[in-house]
């Protein structure tokens, strides 16, 4: 599927690819796709690699991009790069 997925970005227009690292924790792995590597169009975001995973914000707590805590205000504006390695948590409750 992620072969056709490649052709169709490609028939769009989409010439340029990223291939990232993407480890799902806790219940977001009921999503699917759990640990691995995906390819998206180039300058995608991580509200666009949450969209692709059919994840909704609000079900996702701390993100990691390469080991460092992306702030969800900047979730739409961090551009990925190949290679990037992004964790997505649940949200975080203490007591």
């Known amino acids: ?5 490649q ?3 490609r ?7 990223v291939q990232l690292n993407v480890k799902l924790i806790g219940r977001l792995t009921d999503f699917g796709r759990g640990d691995g590597a995906i390819t998206l169009p180039d300058e995608v975001t991580i509200n666009d690699v949450l969209s692709e995973l ?3 914000q609000e079900e996702v707590g701390p993100v990691s991009l ?7 205000a900047c979730w739409g504006d961090r551009t990925l790069q190949e ?10 409750k203490g007591g």
């Not at 599927?1 to 997925?5: G, K, Q, S, V």
């Not at 290679?83 to 975080?92: R, S, V």
């Open 7 to 9: 052709r169709l970005w």
């Open 54 to 56: 059919g994840i909704v």
């Open 66 to 72: 390469n080991n460092s805590v992306v702030s969800r």
């Open 1 to 5: 599927m992620a072969d056709r997925r």
């Open 83 to 92: 290679g990037d390695h992004l964790t997505l948590m649940p949200p975080l």
């Open 11 to 17: 028939d769009w227009g989409w010439t340029d690819l």
